[in-house]
């Protein structure tokens, strides 16, 4: 399985700029802590509105004694082989080891042994210490590197093993079976990040349907929320949410899997890299969440909370606006009273249809775009 590290150097100027703004009228959901400054400024930059609440962040390196002590033994076992998965996992690595002075004797324990490097990040970080590698992942998967060295033989060797945020401890279990003793060490763990209601207010936008995309760039990130959202009483709501009507977008298939787990399909992008997922969730939403259609009253376009007719921008509240973007979605064709009043949670109450509907009307420039159909229901006017 591929991860990217929490946010791992991602190249946000991979998503070309357009001389229009595609995520206008949208609101997207950021989780992530370090580096989200740059996610956020690329999301506003092509014009949506973001909610940012980090699940998590990275505990500082002063305070992860841990660390420090499988450093330590790393040193003391001098192994034969050693595995770096990630860039900023390897540089955090040095650095720690650096400020508890023993930084030098890391870089020449692994010097003299075999490094294998999971991608070309990994290789980079690797060869920035002054180190070398001998092979690396045709895929960026752990997977591919564990069986390049099941290929040439463990048993009997020590197979030091650079890990990120979220262990596929499958690939550990394959070295230990296969006769290797394996060290691993974290340079970077989770903790709670300040500001703990942040997240609950994200879930609840998630939740009221007041988000169109939430993106994840780490699965501990994931899991995080899910944690949250089951002290919050609203797990259920929450997956069921995440099922139908608000999109998640991922930077890599290992933040994809907690997702999968508990039955909610993200986005993808085809390169595990920042650009790659901005640009992915730009075309998800001009494809499937942007609603034009052309009326006796105007041309109308819907981006997300975005309206407008013929160029000029329309401010409607919630309802109306869910109201519009169903009538839109039908092109023309007639919706009944009781399906929209399903959409709107009304609970069959004719009146508050009719309260809804009303609004719409007063706020568009020209209220006659939606027209009644006696007794059947409304549509708009084509």
């Known amino acids: 399985m591929t991860a990217l590290a929490p946010d791992d150097a991602p190249r946000v100027d991979e998503a070309p700029e357009t001389a229009e703004s595609p995520l206008e009228g949208f609101r997207i959901g950021v989780t992530s ?17 973001v909610l940012h609440a980090p699940a998590l962040k990275i505990a500082p390196v002063q305070e992860d004694m841990r ?3 499988d450093t330590r033994a790393i040193i003391a076992a001098k192994p034969d082989l050693c595995i770096a998965t990630t860039a900023y996992g390897m540089r955090r690595w040095c650095e720690a080891a650096d400020s508890f002075g023993i930084g030098e004797q890391l870089l020449e324990v692994l010097g003299s042994c075999r490094m294998f490097v999971r991608g070309p990040k990994a290789r980079g970080a690797v060869r920035a210490a002054g180190l070398a590698d001998v092979g690396i992942s045709s895929d960026e998967t752990t997977a591919t590197l564990v069986d390049m060295l099941l290929a040439e033989g463990v048993r009997g060797k020590t197979v030091a093993v650079q890990l990120h945020g979220y262990t596929d401890v499958r690939q550990l279990e394959r070295l230990r079976m296969s006769g290797a003793t394996v060290l691993t060490v974290t340079p970077y ?4 990040p300040d500001g703990e ?3 609950p207010r994200l879930i609840e936008a998630v939740c009221s349907g007041n988000l169109d995309v939430l993106t994840f760039t780490s699965a501990p990130a994931v ?5 949250t959202a089951h002290e919050m009483g609203v797990y259920k709501q929450l997956i069921d949410t995440l099922k139908t009507s608000v999109t998640t977008a991922v930077v890599g298939p290992v933040t994809a899997q907690p997702l999968l787990d508990a039955g909610v399909t993200p986005l ?7 650009g790659a997922l901005i640009r992915l969730v730009c075309e998800h939403l001009a494809l499937n969440h942007v609603r034009r259609l052309d009326t006796r009253s105007g041309n109308i376009e819907l981006r997300g909370r975005s309206l407008r007719i013929d160029g000029q921008p329309v401010e409607l509240a919630p309802a109306p606006l869910l109201l519009l973007r169903a009538l839109l979605g039908a092109g023309g064709a007639v919706l009944s009273r009781e399906s929209l009043s399903d959409l709107l949670e009304l609970r069959g109450s004719v009146h ?5 509907v009303s609004r719409l009307r007063s706020s568009l420039p020209d209220g006659r775009l939606v027209e009644t159909v ?3 229901g409304y549509r708009i006017r084509v």
């Open 374 to 376: 006696v007794k059947r």
């Open 223 to 227: 899991d995080a929320l899910w944690s």
């Open 268 to 274: 993808i992008p085809e390169r595990f890299r920042m």
């Open 67 to 69: 660390l420090i002590e």
């Open 197 to 199: 209601d942040r997240l």
């Open 33 to 49: 802590d370090r580096r989200s400054s740059d996610l956020i400024e690329a999301l506003e930059r092509r014009g949506a509105e």
């Open 352 to 356: 508050a249809l009719d309260m809804t």
């Open 189 to 192: 763990r989770w903790v709670k």
